[in-house]
């Protein structure tokens, strides 16, 4: 057997819907053994958003794969007593619970701790633990909205939109996978586990970096700047004879080679447009002329040409076309599980197998493999527990 770099690590996953899930796929894709525990009565409520495919939602399936299906009601006192011998017998325990639900469930990380020393708690939140937002629900769009993305994106004077990808959670899972991994590295040096608290808000303000930091320097409130950038012209989608494609000049070598593959050399040495910082205070003149001359060609036309320069840009792909990108296909991030097409693991190190993936678990799948493998309990208490809704 392959040794992975979490092989031997336990996750008990509590979390729903997105940052959470995301969170324990990625470390599912790192080797480690994930638990997604649900309620009996109460599954997770992805399981049934959007396409179906074999009775499972394409939603669900995206981001559950090589995890194993448990139910248990923690609300009963014999399910609270099966969670805690299961605490000792893991590594990690993750949730997305409000801030005062683990102390009502009585599992937060001062309990659990006690039962196993070694045990780290992450819970990834909106707001996280404290402060004056933290007991309100949020999602996403919340999010997003809250940490200023939304006021970035989009065209000025146009009604605020979100991103199409939901980095309002999986800025959570992303900085879960981080958290929990530093914690695994701390524990080898202190033999004793932590808590972490990771905050959605938090996260995506972390990810403003820069357009934050020209805020405190410059004092101007960042806008939408729909497809371009904020200080690097020409940085931007541009339409051409039948289609878009973006061109990214970040520096003046590209800029001048940009000028020659167009067939506009005069803008190279031009004294509003000779630097970026000229071309940016001179962008309402460059703009038209550069507008004008990537209509006269298709986008297939300008790759060929741009590409022989050395030039970044790219077409506009939408999200068939880049499922199908021979780039994306030669990466192997479009895998298949039991004939069904799902997304890649991007990781690439020694260590992860990026190839053997497994089917997300169905509601309580592997309940009573898990009760009989861990805790050593016979058919006869299974059955009673299911009987009496703690599993």
Not at 328 to 344: F, Q, S, T
Request: one cysteine or more; aromatic letters at 8%.
């Amino acid at each position: 057997m392959r040794i992975n770099v979490f092989t031997g690590i336990r996750v008990l996953d509590l979390t729903r819907v997105l940052a959470g899930p995301y969170c324990s796929l990625i470390l599912s894709d790192l080797g480690a053994e994930v638990i997604k525990i649900e309620p009996p009565d109460e599954p997770d409520p992805t399981r049934n958003m959007g396409p179906v495919w074999k009775g499972m939602s394409a939603y669900f399936i995206s981001v559950n794969r090589n995890k194993k299906g448990m139910t248990l009601n923690l609300k009963k006192e014999e399910g609270l007593r099966i969670f805690y011998e299961l605490v000792k017998k893991s590594d990690v325990v993750l949730d997305n619970f409000r801030p005062d639900v683990p102390k009502k469930l009585k599992i937060d990380y001062e309990r659990i701790s006690k039962i196993n020393p070694r045990i780290i708690s992450c819970s990834i939140s909106s707001f996280g633990m404290d402060g004056p937002r933290a007991h309100q629900p949020a999602f996403d769009l919340n999010i997003q909205a809250l940490s200023g993305a939304m006021s970035i994106t989009g065209y000025e004077g146009l009604p605020p939109v979100r991103m199409g990808i939901p980095m309002g959670d999986l800025a959570g899972g992303l900085f879960g996978v981080i958290a929990i991994s530093s914690a695994l590295y701390l524990r080898e040096k202190t033999g004793k586990g932590t808590r972490i608290d990771l905050s959605l808000l938090d996260c995506n303000i972390s990810l403003l970096t820069y357009v934050a930091q020209y805020y405190f320097v410059d004092g101007k409130i960042p806008g939408r700047v729909g497809s371009s950038h904020q200080t690097i012209v020409p940085y931007q989608a541009f339409k051409t004879k039948d289609s878009y494609i973006v061109i990214a000049i970040l520096t003046e070598k590209f800029w001048e080679k940009f000028a020659d593959a167009i067939e506009l050399p005069w803008l190279k040495n031009h004294e509003k447009f000779s630097s970026n910082e000229n071309r940016l205070k001179n962008k309402s003149e460059l703009l038209p002329i550069l507008e004008k001359k990537l209509q006269e060609k298709t986008t297939e036309e300008w790759l060929k040409i741009f590409e022989r320069a050395e030039i970044p840009c790219a077409p506009v792909h939408n999200v068939a076309e880049a499922l199908n990108d021979a780039q994306v296909k030669h990466r192997r991030m479009v895998e298949e599980i039991n004939g069904l097409k799902v997304l890649g693991n991007p990781l690439r190190m020694e260590g992860v197998d990026t190839k053997d993936l497994s089917f997300p678990p169905h509601h309580g799948e592997h309940t009573e493999e898990i009760l009989k493998s861990l805790l050593g309990m016979d058919d006869e208490k299974i059955k009673r527990l299911r009987k009496e809704g703690v599993i």
